[in-house]
């Protein structure tokens, strides 16, 4: 995993382009935290209604990746219909970047990019 994260960042430090910068990528960052809060209650409920009938009729794999849809459309509607709207009315002014570009990189990780790419420790 931190190869990735040291992969992704030497990327962007270089303005490489990366399937990183993918539109797909961007959009599940966005809904990522609106992903993490229903995605169990999404499960368990998915499990008391139909959850034994459905893995006995199509198995566990389909049955994740129906479930993993599932999550990730409730997600979307939460982050679409409640935490943009949110943001936009609460969020601070200030707070806000104004361009779309990604923030730089802080010392620390710029150093430990170089530092992998010359072969060195951080």
């Known amino acids: 995993m931190a190869l990735t994260v040291v992969g992704g960042a030497s990327a962007d430090l270089r303005g490489a382009r990366s399937w990183w910068r993918s539109p797909a990528m961007l959009l599940l960052g966005e809904i990522s935290y609106a992903l993490y809060l229903p995605h169990y209650q999404v499960i368990l409920l998915f499990d008391h209604l139909v959850g034994g009938r459905v893995r006995a009729a199509v198995g566990q794999a389909a049955t994740a990746a129906l479930l993993t849809a599932v999550c990730l459309g409730v997600a979307w509607l939460l982050?679409?219909?409640v935490e943009r709207p949110l943001t936009r009315r609460f969020g601070s002014r200030s707070g806000r970047r104004a361009d779309k570009s990604p923030p730089e990189p802080s010392g620390a990780?710029?150093?430990?990019?170089?530092?992998?790419?010359?072969?060195?420790?951080?």
């Open 79 to 81: 982050y679409r219909l």
């Open 109 to 122: 990780v710029r150093n430990a990019v170089r530092a992998t790419q010359t072969g060195g420790s951080p």
